[in-house]
């Protein structure tokens, strides 16, 4: 699903097993971890497209108060568009089983953000670190949660990177799959 490059460099693969699990595993230099390598060498640079511009939208049947915010789906993926310092906008994949938003280095690097320590987080294969900085906005629609701690790792190049749970806790969030819909509903 995804490649990237962990704490002194080493390369860390994104995998979904065919029973639905989703986990992280270290490259080594085991037959598994050469076939993911080839597998990611194979695959064209763009697997997948992203649009273009960020969509409005609105819905008459999201509760009182709500945010409707149109997704792009790809498969499994939810691709939410978002504005970073009120600046950069760019799609991120929603993912409730991050406990951070996760910004890529590029766009870390755009903010100037300042990495202000190490976080470890839990994966599939176990404890990776990450650095952590304070992004002074993130908002999705008209939603918009103030200094926001995010981890800052590559997860695709075509993406921003993921909308954690540091950011959807705030809100009910349900996701509307046949009108391609975000709906924040406040807490």
């Known amino acids: 699903m995804a490649e990237s490059l962990g704490t002194g460099g080493a390369k860390w693969h994104l995998v979904k097993t065919k029973s639905g699990l989703v986990g992280w595993i270290k490259a080594s230099d085991t037959d598994e ?3 993911l390598e080839s597998f990611f060498k194979s695959l064209p ?5 992203i649009p273009t511009d960020i969509p409005e939208a609105s819905s008459t049947t999201a509760p009182r108060n709500a ?3 149109p997704v792009y789906m790809n498969g499994a993926m939810v691709l939410v568009p ?5 600046t950069v906008q760019t799609y991120m994949v929603l993912d409730t089983g991050a406990s951070y938003t996760v910004v890529s280095r590029q766009i870390a690097s755009n903010l100037g953000l300042r990495v202000v320590s190490q976080g470890s987080f ?6 990776i670190s990450m ?5 002074d906005s993130i908002g999705v629609g008209k ?3 103030l200094n926001l701690t995010v981890a800052i790792q590559d997860i695709h190049p075509k993406l921003g990177g993921l909308l954690g749970l540091n950011f959807l806790s705030r809100y009910h969030a349900s996701i509307d799959s046949r009108r391609q819909l975000l709906v924040l509903a406040p807490r």
């Open 33 to 35: 971890s050469k076939k």
């Open 45 to 49: 640079a763009e697997s997948f497209s």
């Open 67 to 69: 945010i409707v915010i």
């Open 82 to 86: 978002v504005t970073l310092n009120r």
């Open 122 to 127: 839990m994966t599939g294969n176990g404890v």
């Open 131 to 135: 650095p952590l900085a304070q992004l």
């Open 143 to 145: 939603a918009e949660a």
